[in-house]
């Protein structure tokens, strides 16, 4: 029987650390940290994403400080927007997507790179490439701390992960074949010609594609590690990258959608916030 890689324990440990931190914050300067949150529009699931994110942070003791803008905000309006908040804030994040009036990587580089929760600033990008880690993307993160829960041996191991992200494959790829996963990564997408000759070699592959039920049995190495991080909505429903027919006895471990992945990056977030204030 495969075992199913939760993401809940992960949470609390992460959750735990963090609310520490934040207490010794409270207790020190008075007052809870505040992560500022900009919205632009009416996006269901940048609304959704930000209300889980807004229930954590009264979970953990965070003021959370929700800026909701008009679809037909200017560059130069919020702008203004993350420069007024920006003093104030210990933590910030703009959800994407944007409209697409506005330029995503003008918008992000616009955050203060000391406040960046997300870690998607170039600055704190390309950190990553270096020994010195700063802030680490959340989704990206929770994979880590995922692996590292389990206890995933990554030295010398094929992952192969399928998608191009600034949240998830750039910074995840660098990582993992850093000198402390030593994994010898491959990363896969739309051009690739026959993804099943990356996949079918993987001893560990992460899936951040975003189409419903792409992978099914027939690509996977038996005895393998599968983590489901892709996202995608069929007829209202919503679904993973990950076919999960037949695998329960045919992979050591899978990280499942819903209830793998999900959780830990809300959390990881918040771990985020905890570093950069302590």
Known sequence: MSQILYGKPVTENLDFKSKTIFENYITKNDKPPIL?????GENPASLLYVSVKEKKAKQLGVDFNWIKLKESTSESELEDTISNYSESSQG???QLPLPEHLNVEKVIDLIPSEIDVDGLTTFNLGRLYSENLNIIPAT??????????YELETEDKNIVIAGRSRLVTSPLSKILSSKKFNGNVSVIHSKTSNPKDFISKADIFISAVGKSKMFDKSYFKEGSYVIDVGISVVDGKSYGDIDTTDLDNYLLGRAPYPGGIGPITVSA???NLAQLIS
């Not at 500022?36 to 632009?40: H, K, L, M, S």
């Not at 990206?140 to 829960?149: F, K, T, V």
């Open 36 to 40: 500022t949150a900009i919205t632009v």
């Open 92 to 94: 910030m994040i703009v």
């Open 140 to 149: 990206s993160m929770a994979i880590l701390e995922l692996l590292s829960h």
């Open 269 to 271: 977030l918040y771990s």
